[in-house]
C-alpha cells in the first residue's frame, strides 16, 4: 500500500472519529433536562453534575500528554472512543443519582483523551499532508453535532427513554467507529523536528494560544446555553422560534468549517483567523442591539460564521508552533477547551442576572477580540501551504510510525 493511500484513509478514518464525537456529546448536552428529571437532580446539584465532565476531561487530556509518551496517539483514540459511547448508553440505563454520577465521571475521563488524540492525529496528519486540512476534521465534528441533536430531539418527541433514545446512535456509531479506527495513521515528525522537542519556554510560547482557545469556547459556550434564553426572554420570540438559534450556529460552523481550509490554503491562517474574529465579534455586537428575534437570529447565524474557524486553527498553529512536540503542545492547548466551556456559562448568567443580558453579550465579544491581538501567534506565510507551500507526501520521505496498529 502507497504512503498516500494510507493517509487518505487514514484522513476519512479520522473525521468519522471526529463526526462520531459530534453525535454523541450532542445527545448528551441536548437531554440534560430529561437527565435531570430522571434521576431526580436538584436545580442547585445540577451544575456540580455538568462541572464534572469538564473538569475530569481536563485531567484526562493532562494524563494523555504523558500517555501518548509510550503508546501512539490512534492507540489511546481507538480505545477511548468506544468508551466515550458506553458511558453515553450509562447515562441512560440508570436508576439512582450514583449511576449517572458514575456514567458522567467515565464519560468526562474518556472524553478528555478523545479530544486531545484526535486534534494530535489531525495535526500529524496536516503536517503530513502539507496542507491545511484541520477544519474539515472539526466540519465532521459540527455535522455529527447536528445529527446527534436531531436524533435527541426526535427521542424527546417520541417520548422515548433516554435509553431507547441513545441506544440506536450508539449501536450504528460504536461499530463504525471501531472499524474506522483501524485505519488510523500515526505520522511521526521527521529526524530534525522531533529532536526538537519542548523547548525552554515552552509554555510561554503556548500560553497566547491558550488563551485565544478559552475565549473561543467562552463564546461557544455562550451561544449553547444562552441563544434560546436571550431570544424569548430579552428579544421577545416565541418558545419554538428560541430553538432556532443554536441550530443555525450548527449550521453555519458546518458550512464555515466546510470551506475554511480552502481559505487558509488561499490567504493564510493569520488572515482567516482575523477576519473569523471581526465577523464573530460582530456577532456578539449585533446580538447585544438586536431589537427584536430575527435581527438576534442573524447575529447568532454571524457567530457561527466567525466562531468555527479559530479553535482548529489553533490546534494547528500549536503544531506548527511545536512540530517536535506537537503531542504535548496539543494536550495542553486542549485542558483551554474545558476552562473556557466552564468559565463561559455562569459567567454570562451571572453577569445577566447582575446587571442585563445585552450587556453580557458584551463580554464575549471584548473575550473573542483578543484573538485579534494574538493572530500573529497562528504562523506566518508557511501557514499558508497553497501553492509554493503545497506538497505531497509521496514527494517527500514519510514516516507513518505505528500506522494503523497503533502500538
Not at 474557524?309 to 492547548?333: C, E, H
Request: proline share 4%.
Amino acid at each position: 500500500m502507497t504512503v498516500d493511500v494510507r493517509l487518505r484513509r487514514g484522513r476519512g478514518a479520522l473525521g468519522f472519529s471526529f463526526f462520531a464525537q459530534g453525535v454523541a456529546f450532542a445527545l448528551l448536552v441536548t437531554r440534560i433536562p430529561a437527565i435531570q428529571d430522571r434521576y431526580g437532580i436538584s436545580d442547585g446539584l445540577l451544575p456540580a453534575f455538568l462541572a464534572a465532565v469538564p473538569v475530569l476531561a481536563g485531567v484526562s487530556s493532562v494524563a494523555t500528554e504523558h500517555l501518548v509518551k509510550r503508546i501512539a496517539p490512534s492507540a489511546v483514540l481507538r480505545w477511548a472512543q468506544p468508551v466515550v459511547l458506553l458511558a453515553l448508553l450509562g447515562v441512560g440505563a440508570g436508576s439512582r443519582m450514583w449511576h449517572v454520577a458514575v456514567a458522567l465521571g467515565v464519560f468526562g475521563l474518556a472524553v478528555g483523551a478523545l479530544d486531545a488524540s484526535m486534534n494530535m492525529l489531525g495535526v500529524s496528519l496536516q503536517r503530513a499532508y502539507g496542507r491545511s486540512i484541520m477544519l474539515g476534521f472539526h466540519a465532521a465534528y459540527s455535522l455529527g453535532g447536528i445529527l446527534g441533536a436531531s436524533a435527541a430531539w426526535a427521542g424527546a418527541h417520541w417520548h422515548l427513554s433516554l435509553f431507547a433514545g441513545y441506544l440506536p446512535a450508539v449501536a450504528v456509531v460504536l461499530p463504525a467507529a471501531l472499524l474506522a479506527s483501524r485505519y488510523y495513521v500515526d505520522v511521526e515528525a521527521g529526524p530534525r523536528e522531533a529532536g526538537q522537542g519542548w523547548p525552554a519556554g515552552g509554555g510561554k510560547l503556548l500560553l497566547p494560544l491558550c488563551l485565544v482557545m478559552a475565549c473561543a469556547y467562552i463564546g461557544d459556550s455562550t451561544v449553547a446555553n444562552w441563544s434560546a434564553k436571550y431570544l424569548q426572554d430579552v428579544l421577545g420570540s416565541s418558545e419554538q422560534l428560541a430553538t432556532v438559534p443554536y441550530n443555525v450556529y450548527m449550521v453555519t460552523t458546518l458550512a464555515g468549517r466546510a470551506v475554511g481550509d480552502l481559505g487558509v490554503r488561499r490567504f493564510g491562517a493569520v488572515a482567516v483567523v482575523r477576519a473569523g474574529t471581526v465577523v464573530a465579534a460582530g456577532g456578539f455586537a449585533v446580538v447585544a442591539v438586536a431589537p427584536g428575534a430575527w435581527v438576534g437570529m442573524l447575529g447568532f447565524t454571524l457567530l457561527g460564521v466567525g466562531l468555527c474557524v479559530i479553535v482548529p486553527q489553533t490546534f494547528a498553529a500549536a503544531g506548527r508552533l511545536f512540530p517536535g512536540a506537537s503531542d504535548t503542545a496539543v494536550a495542553r492547548l486542549n485542558i483551554f477547551n474545558y476552562v473556557g466551556f466552564l468559565i463561559g456559562s455562569p459567567l454570562v448568567g451571572g453577569i445577566g442576572e447582575a446587571w442585563n443580558y445585552r450587556g453580557a453579550m458584551v463580554v464575549p465579544m471584548v473575550l473573542v477580540l483578543v484573538t485579534l491581538f494574538y493572530a500573529p501567534s497562528f504562523g506566518t506565510d508557511r501557514a499558508r501551504y497553497g501553492v509554493g507551500h503545497e506538497r505531497r507526501a509521496g514527494d517527500r520521505a514519510v514516516d507513518v510510525g505505528r500506522g494503523g496498529n497503533g502500538v
